[in-house]
């Protein structure tokens, strides 16, 4: 049977020499979460979710119209840019929204928190894209599809193969 996890994870860390600055574990439902992790993204939120027009602002400052398109919405983390990673409520689906357009772009970055944690472990460390590529396919081959968050992030790998 697989080790749970945050075991596997702060072996990881240990293997990389990362024991001293370990990221804590934060649970969300059934999952955990690195309360930190490269690729300069966060999950503090994920103990607590709430809809993003409770996060961002008030909610007196949302339209009906975009309380009822963000209503799906949970905001679990952030990425390094402050743009909230989500989970949409009915599919399950992590999502990350722009905050500079107002949320309207959503770019998708896996298919379930389960495929979240187990894609970030693949990335601690990691300098080939073809290896995170290849770990990305067995974890979640959606994760792959062009445009998608961890599309981005195997560009910036040291080989970009």
Not at 38 to 58: D, G, M, N, R
């Amino acid at each position: 049977m697989t080790k749970p996890f945050a075991d596997r994870w702060a072996q990881r860390e240990r293997e990389l020499g990362l024991e001293e600055i370990a990221s804590p574990m934060v649970i969300f439902g059934s999952d955990v979460l690195p309360m930190s992790a490269a690729p300069c993204v966060t999950f503090s939120a994920a103990a607590k979710p709430a809809p993003v027009f409770e996060v961002f602002a008030s909610p007196e400052d949302w339209t009906a119209d975009d309380k009822i398109r963000l209503a799906p919405f949970l905001v679990i983390g952030y990425d390094g840019a402050g743009n909230p990673i989500c989970i949409e409520k009915n599919s399950g689906e992590v999502a990350l929204l722009d905050h500079e357009d107002h949320f309207k772009t959503r770019q998708f970055v896996n298919t379930s928190v389960t495929q979240l944690a187990e894609s970030l472990l693949a990335y601690m460390g990691e300098d080939s894209s073809a290896r995170f590529k290849s770990a990305l396919a067995r974890i979640d081959s959606n994760a792959l599809q062009e445009g998608t968050f961890w599309e981005c992030e195997i560009k910036g790998l040291n080989d970009d193969a």
